[in-house]
């Protein structure tokens, strides 16, 4: 993956990340993910009062991507306003890996532009999956 695909998926999120809807926490996420084929799908928190009813950035990109008739996650970044890179929560690291393969790249950042990069076996060891890499 080279850094103008980086570079796109973090520029969606950041963009994305501006429509959030967080009256409560006032922390507002956006996620963009690619897929195999090239297509672009992006996310962004909702929060609702009736806590936890609300969805994270992540979880609406996947969303759209299942909507949109894609089925496979190639990388995925995930921009929030913290001061260190925003990786994904434990639900949807999850909710990533079965979209995902073991070296699909997590990209987290933050809105001042800094970045760190995993791979979903690196945020997720032995996740629950139906992957065939990584099955035993």
Sequence with gaps: MDDSVIGALFD???K?????YAPYSRFKVGAALICEDGRIF?????????FPSGTCAEQGAIAAMIAGGARQIAAIAIVGDAPTPVAPCGAC???????????TRIIAGNHAGLRQIFTMD???????????DTMA
Excluded: M, Y
């Design 12 to 14: 969606a999120a950041t």
């Design 16 to 20: 994305v990340r501006a429509h959030a």
């Design 42 to 50: 992006a996310g962004c928190n909702v929060e609702n009062a009736a």
């Design 93 to 103: 690291r999850q909710r990533i890996s079965e979209f995902a393969h073991s070296g």
């Design 122 to 132: 690196e945020l997720l060891p032995q996740a629950f999956s139906l992957r065939k």
